[in-house]
């Protein structure tokens, strides 16, 4: 499935989208939800679209105070849609899908509704919408292994193997004894690996997963060296290995992370320039592997120069560490400007270094990366701050704040940046209510607890 983002639906249909995510802003969540309905209608691949509609569906319910009361009348109040649904599962699956939504309207946490808006969503070929409405669902059935295992196969299906290896830590949590949970987290774990590593090598899944074996027994064995003769050991053996199977990258870069243990940085950035020339082309992961070594280079320098009291050497390895992480951004996006990691990467260089048109360029890219889209939101709302367009740089922030369901760390640096920025604008009490929002979950974040003792003794 191609989904359509922002950026490619007509702007009639943007519009109306934007006006969305502002009533539903306001708390006027009855008419976001009929204009999102809307959008959805003509553009059904607009995904985000979908996902907003439904977490305005589960803010709307949870505002009721649901009890298992409400999720039974729902389920006998849905009855005869999701009978008319299921008989169309079949021969018209994108009615049957239909009738799944109006079910998600009746109730979007109720567990058959969302077993059958899954089902019928696989049955229409838009697996990736099911995943999208149960992430949603999911903290509401964090302990139901049913759901979980559910989840966990749309993630496979639709090649997120991450997702699917958490969801399976959490049944093998919940399960200790399973074994097949056991071996669904172990098989999805390999799955995420291969993928992390751009294994686009051609072979069986079972000489990949024995390959992915491999590289785990060797990296059990890195982390379980005591000393300096044991990395040594292991060093001699791994040059061994690579003498014996010179074209498995496993051994060569088992070995570039030996010679990190030893802070051997040289040597690490070495061998992954030997296991480059091996492969017989360059490779993105190996690529940021190297960054990384060449930063930890820095960094182990830096600790040096401190460790002796020179903190003129020290600044200037820092500076010289700076410099190196900002060319290096810079030809990454050069060899791989399809690459939105790298873009995202760049961008925050650009920002640290005050150039914020430049880093705003690349943050708006950066954000078509579901991985990045958040981060890149937050920093193009920082990028506009520092240029003085408060009004620009909150409507990222709503957009971000929007997509976080959960309160974690990175919601947090959202929600008090709109904080900041509601102060800013004039608009104390919006601003109070945003710190609130943190303040409930966490009061020790930041400057929170004097933030909204003030806001007290200002009354």
């Excluded at 049957?96 to 077993?115: I, Q, V």
Aim: proline fraction near 3%; charged fraction near 30%.
């Amino acid at each position: 499935m191609e989904e359509i983002t922002l950026e490619q639906v007509p702007r009639k249909i943007r519009d109306l989208y934007e006006k969305a995510m502002a009533a539903l802003e306001r708390g006027n969540a009855g008419y976001a939800l009929n204009m999102l309905k809307q959008v959805i209608a003509v553009e059904p691949l607009f995904l985000l679209a979908r996902k907003n509609l439904r977490i305005a569906q589960v803010k709307a319910l949870l505002a009721t105070k649901p009890t298992a009361m409400t999720h039974q009348l729902a389920s006998l109040k849905g009855t005869f849609t999701m009978m008319g649904a299921q008989g169309k599962l079949k021969k018209d699956p994108k009615a049957a899908l239909n009738g799944a939504e109006k079910l998600m309207e009746l109730d979007p946490l109720n567990l058959p509704f969302l077993k059958f808006f899954a089902q019928a969503a696989e049955a229409a070929d838009l697996s990736e919408i099911a995943v999208q409405t149960l992430e949603i669902a999911r903290p509401y059935f964090a302990k139901d292994v049913a759901f979980l295992r559910l989840l966990a196969r749309l993630y496979i299906q639709t090649n997120q193997p991450s997702g699917a290896r958490d969801c399976y830590a959490a049944v093998a949590e919940l399960l200790p004894n399973d074994q097949t949970a056991i071996k669904n987290l172990k098989d999805a774990a390999a799955l995420d690996s291969m993928k992390s590593g751009g294994w686009e090598q051609k072979g069986s899944f079972r000489e990949k997963l024995k390959d992915k074996k491999e590289a785990i027994l060797l990296e059990q064995q890195a982390k379980s060296v005591k000393g300096d003769s044991d990395v040594d050991t292991l060093i001699a053996e791994r040059l061994r290995d690579i003498q014996r199977e010179p074209q498995n990258m496993n051994f060569r870069r088992a070995l570039a992370d030996l010679y990190v243990r030893a802070e051997r940085f040289d040597d690490a950035l070495q061998a992954l320039e030997d296991a480059t020339k091996a492969a017989g082309r360059t490779d993105p992961q190996i690529e940021r592997t190297t960054t990384l070594i060449k930063t930890k280079k820095f960094d182990s320098a830096v600790a040096a120069a401190k460790a002796a009291g020179d903190e003129a050497a020290a600044a200037a390895k820092e500076q010289e560490k700076a410099t190196f992480l900002y060319e290096d951004a810079v030809q990454m996006v050069k060899r791989y400007p399809n690459d939105l990691q790298f873009r995202y990467e760049l961008g925050y260089q650009f920002y640290l270094r005050g150039q914020f048109n430049e880093a705003i360029e690349e943050f708006q890219l950066a954000q078509r990366n579901p991985q990045r889209r958040t981060l890149a939101l937050y920093h193009l709302a920082l990028c506009f701050t520092q240029k003085g367009q408060l009004d620009i740089a909150f409507e990222q922030l709503q957009k971000a704040a929007s997509e976080l369901t959960l309160m974690d760390e990175t919601k947090k640096d959202v929600v008090y940046q709109m904080g900041v920025l509601a102060e800013k604008m004039g608009r104390q009490e919006e601003a109070v209510a945003f710190f609130k929002e943190i303040y409930s979950v966490d009061i020790k974040y930041r400057d929170i607890s004097q933030r909204i003792e003030t806001s007290y003794q200002k009354k």
